[in-house]
């Protein structure tokens, strides 16, 4: 069997690439999958106790791309979901993001308004003009006590490296907010899907067009792979070059430990955050997120390891450079047909709407004669399942 365009992975990145050449341009797919499910890290499932969970982490979709939006649609049902995070800090739960009630409640004091929030925060921060890493990043937005009690720990567990040598890029994911606001994302759409992410990719790549092999390495197969117009490929980039260069790139993995209990709830929220004490830097409950009624409940502790999948790019500066080497040897591979999409392939700490959008700007960009906004009208497309 002969295929037009070969995708190397199937999650957000390579579902979308893989459904849209399927469906706008009639384009016979071959999906290569590694894992023995579709979906990539977005992949949930009933556990044996009935419950929906996450296999690889707790996934939130929050966007404000209107493009997004409407594509995600085309798939599923979706319930309105505002993430919010607590953090277990000096003995107590407080709000994180950074708002008026977490200082509050850390410092014991009765802040009421934005202006005496702000007035507050003048006296904690440290001036700098330019933050160049992730402590500047923090200690720069709300001073050192703060960025001890609820950044410092958890960064240096989580990247197993000092925030001083990370991009500021990923303290600045956390905002700081000046009132009361406890919204993990401030973006205008935020919700989960009705019946979670697998429905999703499973309706994405149900398309005639589209055949794909599970447990299959891209590696192992890839010299039998003739004749097809582009390759896609969404894995670690270094990998895809590691006949070029044997420095390989550092991704930060994740470790996750279930437990199910014969009680409906553990905690509070659906995420509360452990900075300073444990190895583990969260746990995750997965029935306040999915909205799921059930009289047990699974929780899963996050440990960060680096052995294991590859989850997070770790964005240092040697990083960065040598990630700037291999861009050089990606765009040389377009001669070929061959583009690299996705968090991973593009050494990015991407959400999953900026996931979707990448892999839609890049079909569009390699197909300019389509247009977009009207293709991802979630009324007019049908998916072929
Ligand atoms: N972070 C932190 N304390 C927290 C939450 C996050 O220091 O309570 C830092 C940490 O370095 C983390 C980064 O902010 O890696 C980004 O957090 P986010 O919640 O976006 O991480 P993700 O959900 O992608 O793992």
Redesign the pocket.
């Known amino acids: 069997m002969t295929h037009d365009i070969v995708v190397v992975g199937s999650g957000i990145s390579g579902a979308t690439i893989a459904q849209r050449y399927a469906q706008v341009l009639n384009k016979k797919v071959l999906v290569i999958e590694k894992r023995n499910h579709i979906g990539g890290n977005c992949y949930d499932f009933y556990n044996d106790a009935g419950i929906l969970v996450s296999k690889y ?2 996934h ?1 979709f929050h966007t404000n791309d209107e493009c997004v939006w409407k594509y995600v649609h085309a798939f599923s049902s979706w319930r309105p979901y505002v993430h919010t ?1 607590l ?1 277990s800090v000096d003995g107590i739960l407080v709000p ?1 993001p950074v708002n008026i009630t977490t200082v509050n409640l850390l410092f014991n004091l009765h802040i009421q308004t934005e202006t005496e929030m702000q007035q507050w925060l003048a006296t904690q921060v440290i001036t700098i003009d330019h933050p160049a890493n ?1 402590e500047e990043s ?1 200690l720069s937005r709300v001073g050192k006590a703060l960025y001890e009690k ?3 720990n ?2 240096i567990k ?2 197993n490296t000092s ?1 001083s040598l ?1 991009s500021a890029s ?2 600045d ?2 905002p700081v907010r000046t009132n009361f606001d406890p919204r ?1 994302f401030s973006d205008k759409y935020q919700a989960m899907p009705l019946f979670g992410y697998t429905k999703i990719f499973e309706k994405m790549l149900s398309h005639p067009n589209i055949t794909i092999k599970l447990n299959t390495d891209y590696f192992h197969i890839k010299d039998s792979l003739k004749n097809f117009e582009k390759l896609f490929f969404t894995g670690p980039i270094d990998l895809y070059f590691q006949k070029k260069s044997a420095k390989k790139l550092s991704y930060r993995s994740l470790r996750f430990e279930f437990e199910t209990f014969d009680f409906p709830y553990y905690q509070v929220n659906s995420v509360i ?1 452990y ?1 300073n004490d444990y190895k583990f ?2 746990i995750v409950e997965f029935k306040h997120m999915y909205g799921q009624k059930h009289p047990k409940t699974t929780i899963s502790k996050e440990y960060p390891t680096w052995d294991g999948d590859p989850y ?1 790019p770790v964005l240092s500066k040697e990083n960065l450079s040598l990630y700037g080497f291999y861009k050089t040897q990606a765009a040389l591979e377009s001669k070929k047909g061959v583009y690299f999409v996705g968090r991973l392939a593009n050494y990015k ?1 991407f ?1 999953m709407d900026q996931a979707f959008a990448n892999a839609l700007n890049l079909f569009y960009q390699l197909n300019p004669h389509l247009d977009k906004t009207k293709g991802l009208d979630y009324n007019k497309i049908q998916s072929k399942a």
Do not use: D, E, M
């Open positions: 982490g707790a939130l995070v953090s994180i992730s923090a609820l950044f410092k958890y960064t989580q990247w925030p990370l990923i303290l994911r956390i993990y955050n900075p830097t969260r997070y700490y959400n």
